[in-house]
């Protein structure tokens, strides 16, 4: 069992958007693609704060995974986030946005 617990806030508008997925609750395409966006983030190499001095209207990010064998947290910004890991906050993030509507 893979679970991610995905939280933006900040922006311009200061709103929190969050989200908690269950890998095998998905569809077995969606598992996959988000599979691969943690493999290709080497996501549980990350360091676990990234985030550098806040900068007005920026997001910051925090992603937690855990698995049946480990557990990561890692918090970010927009600024500091590594190139490797936006598609996966770009996808959290749109499925946070998707499931609100």
Not at 57 to 69: A, H, I, K
Not at 77 to 86: G, K, N, Q, V, Y
């Amino acid at each position: 069992m893979t679970r991610i617990t995905f939280q933006r806030s900040g922006g311009f508008t200061g709103r929190t958007i969050s989200l908690t997925l269950n890998l095998d609750d998905l569809p077995p395409d969606q598992a996959s693609t988000l599979n691969r966006l943690l493999a290709n983030a080497n996501f549980f190499n990350l360091p676990a704060d990234s985030a550098k001095r806040p900068v007005p209207d920026e997001f910051t990010y925090t992603v937690t995974v855990e698995t049946g064998q480990q557990s990561h947290t890692i918090r970010t910004s927009d600024t500091s986030a590594p190139e490797s890991l936006r598609p996966l906050l770009d996808d959290l993030s749109l499925r946070a946005r998707t499931q609100r509507a």
